[in-house]
């Protein structure tokens, strides 16, 4: 079965050390994530570190759920990997890298994910998952802007793939 790739890259006009403790926080997920997902970090004051365990409630595709993500990289104020251990995709992985560039920091996003259903889990990206997420990123990116910018996107680079 074939896995998706989404792929972003934005610069913020703002230190590298200060984005990525911004990313680092797990609560602020739920500040970048469209409200219609309802996404709530349910882990009691959790430290970022490689082998972490984050559990958040969702919405996704108005069904409740929970969402259990794992750590697996973690290397401060360079990068950190993500993965799902319980959650609506049969693969789950986000690799977040944050560079030095231009008196800010590039934000590199790589989300490999697959859904479960084999035929019918490929039908429902076509037809609404892979919209569902690039909206999300567009929001993210929206956020993003808002909270920690100035944001540019990054000239002959995709801002997104499917």
């Known amino acids: 079965m074939a896995d998706h790739v989404l792929e972003a890259r934005v610069w913020l006009g703002r230190p590298r050390s200060d984005v990525f403790a911004f990313f680092a926080d797990p609560a602020n997920l739920g500040v970048l994530t ?8 349910i882990t009691p004051a959790p430290v970022m570190a490689a082998g972490a365990v984050l559990d958040y ?3 996704w595709l108005g069904v409740p759920i929970r969402w259990r993500a794992f750590v697996r990289e973690y290397d401060p104020p360079y990068r950190f990997l993500d993965v799902q251990l319980r959650g609506p995709y049969a693969r789950w992985e986000h690799r977040h890298r944050f560079l030095e560039d231009d008196g800010g920091t ?3 996003d790589r989300l490999v994910y697959r859904l479960p259903l084999g035929i019918a889990g490929r039908a429902m990206h ?3 998952v892979g919209r569902q997420l690039r909206a999300a990123w567009d929001y993210r990116t929206r956020r993003l802007a808002e909270l920690l ?9 995709p801002t997104r793939g499917a």
Not at 34 to 41: E, Q, V
Not at 149 to 157: A, H, M, Q, S, V
């Open 34 to 41: 469209p409200p219609s997902f309802a996404l709530r970090l």
């Open 106 to 108: 590039i934000v590199e």
């Open 126 to 128: 076509a037809v609404l």
């Open 57 to 59: 409630r969702l919405r």
């Open 149 to 157: 910018g100035p944001l540019r996107p990054i000239r002959g680079t």
